[in-house]
């Protein structure tokens, strides 16, 4: 078994500087103005990078921590690892409190970003050098590191150096030097980071077989939405420091909490409208521009359980989610301005309502050449169903409604 709790889990950088009296009375000012130019949050004990962290991982469940740079998901999962401190809060892995315990002691493998190889060492050895550190016998050492490198398709590289390989051939041999320790926890930090697209779509479906074979639980941190998509059980997604959502991958797509989650999730992002929602009894009808949208019967619902007043929104609505239309009273029109050909749709960037608005058209939509449709400057008439769209308040949080 190898669960994870994280029960409110907060990590402070202690502020170094010393005081003095120059900076007792000459400070205030400088401060202030790296409070302003920083999203961080800098308090008395010092920059707060994860403020209150809480969840609980399942045995063998494969979650992934996804936000942008500097969102506090490496910290967390290197505070897992043992390589951060825990400043306040408490890290149990199979029900044990780990704050105190050694890093080589919490039975934890991670695999970091930038390989982390022994350039001296073959590939044989560098699988074989955690192994034989715990002064394991060779037979033992021989067996879990053929065994390893079969897995992941390896075993032709064993007597090679790390330089002799390519960047996904790297990575797999850094993977397999954490996974022949037969971790309770395999921690991964941007593994993938590093290669190519071709690469890492490779690679994705590579930990996606290797997570059936290993018992392990998989914490794994990107800030690549189509990694924390296609790998996850369940993904994480915070931004400073905070947890904004957690859910599985279609749970968040389909139902986003705030509007930090909706745009940050889906490519291309989410399209958003300055729109008004009325309420009208129990009934709801979306207001934006001169078309009027129904949301659906189930959000409708759904709206009349939070009791949402009638309010100015935030409209949100993907690019799949939008079709075109011809006449309709709750159309939309818009001005053409860039269209790209993806193979087997189109993106095209539509100036409507004062902003940049994407709709993706399938090809098979499309008679004849796409660039006779969607040249610049071209109308282009729009729409969408009530079952589709997403409300948003316009406060600072953004919360969705529905929620």
């Not at 350039?119 to 060779?138: E, S």
């Not at 590579?206 to 794994?220: A, C, G, M, P």
Request: hydrophobic fraction near 40%; charged fraction near 25%; glycine fraction near 8%.
């Amino acid at each position: 078994m190898a669960e994870v709790s994280l029960r409110h889990i907060k990590k402070v950088y202690p502020n170094t500087e010393r005081k003095s009296k120059k900076g007792l009375f000459g400070r205030k000012k400088a401060d202030d103005s790296a409070r302003k130019a920083s999203n961080l949050r800098i308090t008395d004990e010092g920059v707060l990078a994860v403020p209150d962290f809480n969840l609980d991982i399942a045995d063998r469940e494969f979650v992934v921590f996804v936000g942008p740079s500097g969102c506090g998901k490496s910290t967390t999962l290197r505070m897992v690892a043992g390589l951060e401190e825990i400043t306040d809060g408490e890290l149990y892995i199979d029900g044990q409190l780990m704050n105190d315990v050694a890093p080589k002691d919490r039975d934890i493998a991670m695999v970091f970003q930038n390989y982390a190889l022994y350039p001296h060492m073959t590939v044989r050895d560098n699988l074989a050098f955690p192994l034989k550190l715990r002064k394991m016998d060779k037979q033992a050492i021989d067996a879990r590191v053929n065994e390893a490198a079969e897995t992941l398709g390896i075993t032709e590289f064993l007597d090679r150096k790390p330089k002799a390989l390519s960047g996904g051939q790297r990575q797999r041999v850094a993977i397999g030097r954490a996974i022949v320790r037969e971790p309770k926890v395999l921690l991964m930090d941007e593994p993938l980071s590093n290669l190519d697209a071709k690469l890492r779509n490779q690679m994705r479906a590579e930990i996606i077989k290797l997570r059936q074979r290993i018992n392990s639980t998989f914490i794994y941190v990107t800030h690549d939405q189509t990694e924390a998509m296609t790998l996850g059980d369940r993904i994480v997604i915070m931004k400073d420091g905070e947890v904004q959502q957690v859910g599985t991958p279609q749970e968040v797509f389909e139902h986003p909490s705030n509007l930090f989650v909706a745009g940050f999730i889906g490519v291309p992002q989410m399209n958003f409208f300055d729109a008004e929602l009325v309420r009208d009894g129990d009934a709801y009808s979306v207001h934006v521009g001169d078309a009027i949208v129904v949301p659906s019967a189930e959000k409708q619902a759904r709206l009349a359980a939070q009791d949402v007043a009638s309010q100015s929104i935030t409209l949100g609505i993907r690019p799949e989610h939008i079709s075109l239309a011809s006449g309709d009273a709750a159309t939309l029109v818009g001005t053409v301005d860039v269209s790209e050909m993806m193979g087997s749709s189109v993106h095209v960037h539509l100036d409507s309502l004062g902003q940049d608005v994407i709709v993706i058209v399938p090809t098979t939509e499309i008679e004849g050449p796409y660039q006779d449709h969607f040249f610049a400057g071209a109308k282009v008439e729009y729409a969408f169903g009530g079952n589709v769209i997403h409300m948003f308040s316009k406060d600072e949080q953004g919360t969705n409604l529905e929620f």
